[in-house]
């Protein structure tokens, strides 16, 4: 049996694109080959490349003057990339310091610039978003980044903030989960295995506008026009990773697209959080206005209920609830594929433990 999957990445992938993957795993279509054995030079390949970023520009609404990249090294390559393309050791960027991931994203930025953090909310253990009026921007950054969905905390930032500086964004855990208007970022970046497919490939979306204004030099595979020029394929791409987010995309698209699935995923958070803030025996840990809709965080009000809780999910086919080993407590991943189904079976459990304890 298939578990109901909480994790926070990798994470749940939709059981029908999963069957598919099966059915064509060792000869895709008619070419007598798994699509792992052939050339990713290959006309079927390049069509499944294809594929997945026209789909990926319909379905987010990408417009002209943007690329969109299929690019390996996960989230965290960009953590480098971002710094080495748009800025220098003698200029300066802005970042919003939110989180674990924002962290990760200052600390390898300094390598490569100057980093101006605008505000952090790192003293009350990111439980809360900085308030934008508490922003402290450079009018000479050369791009502001932020994380607008902080993974491991559960923190969120709602809406992109109206600023001046071209606007970066980590979207790995909210990426395909609600509307996004593109043209209000220059950047923005995901790696897939969070709501788009496998690990493996990492999503970058760039405006054309911002590229080429460094002096630096830029190793070939960490220059994004270099990737612009060769269309993702400056060497052999994760064409597994890449062949199984051209599956998600069209199942996302197949079921009614971001504004269909942003309704489910509302759905799924208005159902756990109510639960959170009904059960006296659960709190939840971040502030209500800056809680994430793709992970929510939470703690029991008494810690030694933690075995007969952990015994509950797991008996209900639960798996993936335990929060981030950095921080603890329980952690819900409610990514696209997670069934509405899966949130109520938690909620179930969570009462179930209420009346045991009654
Ligand atoms: C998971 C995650 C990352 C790290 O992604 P990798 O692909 O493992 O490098 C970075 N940022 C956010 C917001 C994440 O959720």
């Avoid at 900085?130 to 000479?140: A, F, Q």
């Avoid at 999503?203 to 270099?226: C, D, F, S, W």
């Avoid at 407590?329 to 304890?357: F, I, K, T």
């Amino acid at each position: 049996m298939r578990v109901r999957n909480f994790c926070a990445g990798p994470a749940v992938i939709p059981e029908a694109v999963l069957e598919e993957v099966k059915s064509e795993l060792l000869a895709w279509g008619d070419s007598g080959m798994s699509i792992m054995e052939m050339s990713h030079r290959s006309s079927i390949f390049d069509e499944v490349a294809m594929t997945a970023k026209k789909d990926f520009i319909d379905l987010m609404s990408v417009p002209d003057d943007y690329d969109v990249l299929f690019l390996q090294g996960g989230a965290t390559q960009q953590f480098s990339m971002i710094p080495m393309n748009f800025s220098s050791k003698t200029e300066s960027a802005d970042y919003l310091l939110s989180g674990t991931w924002s962290k990760k994203a200052i600390s390898e930025g300094l390598k490569f610039s100057n980093i101006n953090v605008v505000a952090s909310s790192e003293e009350g253990n990111f439980t809360s978003a900085p308030e934008i009026e508490t922003w402290n921007l450079d009018s000479k950054a050369k791009y502001f980044h932020y994380a607008p969905n902080e993974t491991i905390q559960g923190v969120a930032i709602h809406n992109p903030p109206e600023i001046d500086s071209p606007i970066i964004a980590d979207m790995s855990s909210v990426i395909l989960s609600e509307p996004i208007d593109v043209s209000k970022f220059s950047l923005i970046y995901a790696g897939a295995q969070k709501n788009m497919g496998p690990a493996g490939t990492t999503l970058v979306i760039v405006k054309e506008e911002i590229l080429g204004k460094v002096t630096r030099h830029i190793p070939t595979m960490l220059n994004y026009q270099a990737h612009i020029a060769k269309e993702s394929m400056a060497n052999t791409p994760a064409v597994f990773a890449v062949y199984v987010s051209m599956l998600n995309l069209q199942w996302l698209k197949d079921i009614g697209g971001i504004s269909f699935i942003e309704e489910v995923n509302n759905k799924k958070a208005a159902l756990l959080y109510a639960e959170i803030d009904r059960n006296p025996l659960f709190k939840g840990i971040v502030a209500k206005e800056d809680r994430s809709t793709m992970n929510a965080t939470f703690n029991l009000t008494d810690p030694a209920l933690a075995a007969p809780f952990d015994a509950l999910w797991k008996v209900a086919g639960i798996n993936g609830l335990n929060g981030h080993r950095s921080v603890g407590g329980y952690r819900a991943s409610m990514y696209n594929a997670l069934p509405l189904h899966s949130v109520q079976v938690l909620v179930d459990v969570m009462q179930a433990l209420e009346n045991e304890q009654a």
